[in-house]
């Protein structure tokens, strides 16, 4: 059978992910649903109990939606990328360090507390893991 058959072969740098990049794209994806999901949950049913802490899950679940986005679209989505990852990884620090310092101030878990202590330190990890990955896929347009 031809390769015609199956479409036409993408073109070096047009696809928006390939190899790490498409992990990191599925993890982003997992993490966004996982916290959505969470948050939608806890908003609907026990909003009363910790708002600030669901609805810091619901913004984390956002924040996840816009980093994959943003690293789907390759280079088109790499400013993006690099704001929502930005945030993600202050968020992560901001309120893993404030849910240590001050745990009255969280009655129950984000996505971030105790660094993604939860969900076993992968929201400490993913956003140095996007940051370096859109550092080395940077060096390339340039």
């Known amino acids: 059978m ?7 072969p993408a073109e070096a740098g047009t696809t928006g992910t390939a190899g790490p990049a498409r992990v990191l794209v599925l993890v982003y994806g997992i993490f966004a649903l996982a916290a959505g999901s969470r948050a939608t ?7 009363a109990e910790a708002p600030v802490a669901y609805l810091l899950s619901a913004f984390a679940a956002l924040v996840y939606v816009v980093a994959t986005v943003g690293l ?7 400013r993006t990328a ?3 990852i930005g945030v993600e990884l202050a968020g ?3 309120v893993g360090t404030l849910s240590l310092a001050d745990p009255a ?8 507390s105790g660094y993604g202590r939860g969900y076993g330190y992968v929201p400490l990890v993913l956003p140095v893991l996007g940051l370096l990955l859109l550092r080395r896929t940077g060096r390339g347009r340039s």
């Open 72 to 78: 789907a679209r390759g280079a088109r989505g790499r």
């Open 105 to 112: 101030a969280f009655p129950d878990e984000t996505v971030w």
């Open 41 to 47: 949950v806890q908003l609907a049913t026990r909003f």
């Open 82 to 84: 690099l704001a929502a």
């Open 92 to 94: 992560v620090l901001v």
């Open 2 to 8: 031809p390769d015609r058959a199956f479409g036409r």
